[in-house]
RNA sequence: CGGGCUGUGGCGCAGCUUGGUAGCGCGUCCGGCUGGGGGCCGGAAGGUCGCAGGUUCGAAUCCUGUCAGCCCGACCA
């Protein structure tokens, strides 16, 4: 029983000054983290509990499913990530340190090497396989920005796991159980999530889906469709493209005098006084990003969108990856790329990499720039006047567009990243040589996944979906204690607070039971709605007339219940969840 | 990396323009009252005013530098 006479706890009255988002600002208030340094958190009882809470969760699914617990350092040396590329690839997210001898260590952002290295030292035969090993575990990412409070830190606490297979049959299989621990885990601690097809990023592979809380404060966007089941990360969504024509069907290239149409919205405007009506839509934009590869190199890539779409920069680097997108300014040491005026004609023979969004099909005729200050082209044809090195998702994806798999409208929201499934593949195992010998004595190349739920964070996204004006109200199967018990006033009203408290907890709930001498009531009921766990039982004014009172902190409900049956009431309340 | 804002008891803030004994609210401690919505009365503890340098008889306040934090942006050719 957690006494708050004694718990380490003090609740703020006012909102502290550097939170902002919802979750941020009431678990410092209720007392559940401390702010250390930007991105740093220390976790009091309150919040401890919910972390035990939400990994004895995860452990009890990942268990079900026959995954083994293990632990890892977080301080691990440089070798293995420098093997992987990743000590470079990881660039300045990576905490980097140097023991007394100068050798240099990191911070484990993630554990793919460790775990890939751990199987390959242990085990070597076919017969191994499959197996599923995880940890809960703190890591380290040096983030540019850390931001909201928990919800983007750069230590945070993740459950990471790893599966490794002989084959591709066997990775699903893995990926599958995953999935559906992750289904269960999610449900199990009350929080409402969408599961969205996501692209694998810097980690390569294939296969890979995101567990996102919707939650404004979200700071990832995803799309889903208001017909079929079907929904995605912005980054990896793929719209219904227009059906690809003939290009030779389509009217010549003919080049125009536009001057003074360096926007596509001037572009538009005089096209359609000289006889041309072209919508925004029909014209192509085409940008000039700077591509900065792991080693360093960076080069121009110029990308082709739509006119009346911008590029996402977030989309476009995510399909670029492990490569990074920064803004490019350096026309001059460009002449080729005629600021205002890019078309993709002949852009290849000036060696210059271009690329274009999905929407722009085989066949399909633009307006774009003629490559010279002042003039731009009509009835420019994919795969006739220009032919892109590759096709790359870049383009803003916008409410409405039409679903990739049925063609309905598509809606947009914003949700918080709390997991990742995803079938990596054999980029561990060939970078540490992870074989085992198959059935007819020669080695096999193992596969696997790689699967994360952020705990920490999944903590904050709860808070995000479950709090209101007067605090935190937490789901009742992910709450740091099951029932809140107060006694207000003098005479029996406390010694029958503890009675009930323990009797409730005899029957197997958790209970927070304020105790404190002295607090008026009022400071009670603040503090409880404040903490925000799901069931308050009041004992006391109705106690005169054998009465207490049972309060639903979400519904802000409040039963008015026999003293003497108060126990079976609140253990059917929470049982019956609610 | 760019822009904006902010650093004053544990927390939230005022004071700075116009230099002159460092204040308020909350919290904490002591005593009393109260006992169903952060209640009341009285008393108390607690601050190198981010740091360094400068101007001045005198600096939280003016000047220079520096460090830290928060928020926003990372952009459409």
């Known amino acids: 029983m957690l ?22 600002r009431l678990l410092v208030r209720a007392g559940y983290v401390r702010r250390v340094a930007p991105g740093i958190y220390s976790w009091l009882p309150l919040g401890v509990r919910m972390l035990a809470k939400v990994s004895g969760v995860v452990r009890a699914e990942m268990d079900a499913i026959g995954a083994q617990e293990v632990l890892f350092p977080a301080l691990i040396p440089r070798e293995p990530y420098e093997v992987s590329g990743r000590w470079t690839e990881y660039g300045d997210l990576l905490f980097r340190l140097r023991d007394r001898r ?7 952002p993630t554990h793919e090497e460790l775990f890939t290295l751990l199987v390959k030292g242990e085990y070597s035969s076919y017969k191994d396989l499959p197996v599923m090993l995880y940890q809960v575990q703190t890591k380290y990412r040096d983030e540019a920005r850390p931001r909201a409070g928990i919800l983007r830190g750069r230590e945070f606490v993740m459950k990471d796991s790893y599966s490794f297979d002989l084959d591709d049959e066997g990775l699903q299989r893995s990926y599958d159980l995953h999935r559906e621990a992750y289904i269960r885990i999610f449900d199990r601690v009350g929080m409402d999530y969408r599961i969205v097809a996501a692209v694998s990023g810097a980690m390569g592979g294939s296969a890979s889906e995101e567990f996102l809380a919707p939650a404004p404060t979200g700071e990832d966007t995803f799309v889903s469709c208001t017909a079929c089941d079907y929904a995605a990360n912005t980054e990896a969504v793929q719209l219904r493209a227009p059906e690809p024509v003939d290009p030779e069907s389509q009217p010549a290239i003919q080049v125009l005098d536009t001057p003074d149409t360096p926007t596509i919205e001037t572009l538009v405007a005089v096209l359609a006084d000289l006889g041309h009506d072209v919508p925004a839509s029909g014209t192509l934009k085409n940008v000039v990003v700077l591509l900065r590869h792991p080693d360093g190199r960076t080069e121009p890539l110029v990308v082709g969108v739509p006119g009346d779409r911008a590029v996402d920069l977030a989309r476009l680097e995510a399909n670029v990856a492990p490569a990074e997108v920064l803004p490019f300014d350096d026309f001059d040491r460009h002449p080729e790329l005629v600021k205002g005026y890019i078309g993709p004609q002949r852009l290849a023979e000036k060696k210059v990499r271009y690329v274009v969004d999905p929407l722009v099909v085989t066949g399909s005729a633009w307006a774009t720039g003629a490559n010279e200050p002042g003039r731009h082209a009509v009835n420019v044809v994919r795969d006739r ?35 990742h499934i995803f079938q990596l593949g054999r980029k561990y195992t060939e970078a540490f040589g992870l074989d085992v010998l198959g059935p007819l004595g020669t080695p096999v190349r193992v596969t696997m996944g790689s699967y994360g739920i952020g705990v920490s964070r999944a903590i904050a996204a709860i808070a995000e979906q479950s709090y209101d004006d007067k605090g935190l109200a937490w789901p009742r199967s992910g709450a740091p204690a099951a029932v809140h018990v107060v006694g207000v006033g003098k005479g029996d009203h406390r010694p029958v607070a503890e009675r009930i408290a323990a009797e409730l907890e005899a029957r197997g709930l958790t209970v927070l039971l304020d105790d404190r001498p002295k607090v008026s009531p009022g400071v009670a009921f603040k503090d409880a ?14 106690l005169a007339d054998g009465v207490v009172e049972v309060r639903d902190r979400r519904s802000g409900d409040i039963r008015r219940v026999a003293l003497d049956d108060a126990v079976e009431v609140v253990v059917a309340e929470v049982r019956g969840g609610g």
């Open 102 to 108: 100068g050798n240099d260590y990191l911070l484990g």
């Open 3 to 24: 006494r708050m006479s004694t718990l380490f706890l003090r609740t703020l009255r006012e909102d502290p000054a550097d939170a902002e988002v919802p979750s941020h």
């Open 529 to 542: 709605e404040l903490l925000g766990i799901p069931t308050t039982v009041v004992i006391g004014k109705s």
């Open 385 to 419: 006047d220009f032919v892109p090195e590759g096709v790359v998702p870049a383009a803003e994806v916008r409410a409405g567009d039409p679903c990739g798999r049925c063609g309905a409208p598509l809606e947009i929201g914003r949700g918080i990243e709390i997991g």
